[in-house]
């Protein structure tokens, strides 16, 4: 017999199953009263669950969530709605078909003031957290353009002191942006 009461544990894996799937069942909707229940699912401990609210926002037109994802205080939340908006709002490169727009530079700009809020908190996040906005820096750049020679330098000066981190996580990942704000 066990001394840990059933609800001392996690939720279960059903439960977190369940939580997923019904998050995937708004995947491809295009009803902005999916945004709560996304949103407050962007910062679960579950991967896939976070990973299943952030493609539900990614369904929606972002001009409904984008102030949000913006504005995001909580850094989970906020990295997941900053990567969702990332690529809601521009194709990559590679996938963009001739004649589609191009990325909207406001929109880039916006999310790397952002992005750059959350990096000013670099020594209070985790681990996980340094891998991931680092990605989104990376995918920013990728699906809307480089930063401008200021903001290389801003950026440059703001990451090269905190290398290396000793977080086998993050150096790679820190290594190739510094490479690429040369």
Request: with cysteine.
């Amino acid at each position: 017999s066990s001394d840990v009461c059933s609800s001392d544990l996690a939720p279960s894996s059903s439960e977190a199953r369940n939580k997923r799937l019904a998050l995937e069942k708004l995947h491809g909707v295009k009803n902005a009263a999916a945004i709560p229940e996304a949103w407050q699912n962007l910062g679960d401990k579950d991967r896939a669950i976070r990973s299943a609210a952030r493609i539900a926002l990614e369904h929606l037109d972002p001009a409904s969530w984008a102030a949000k994802a913006l504005a995001e205080t909580d850094t989970d939340k906020a990295l997941g709605a900053l990567l969702a908006l990332a690529r809601a709002s521009a194709t990559d490169p590679a996938h963009r078909k001739p004649g589609a727009p191009e990325p909207d530079a406001k929109v880039k700009g916006e999310i790397i003031k952002a992005l750059d809020r959350l990096q000013a908190k670099w020594d209070s996040l985790t681990e996980q957290q340094q891998a991931d906005l680092l990605r989104i820096y990376a995918i920013v750049f990728v699906r809307m353009g480089g930063p401008d020679d200021a903001g290389r330098a801003t950026l440059a000066s703001a990451f090269e002191p905190r290398f290396p981190t000793g977080r086998k996580l993050v150096d790679g990942d820190l290594a190739q942006l510094l490479v690429f704000l040369q």
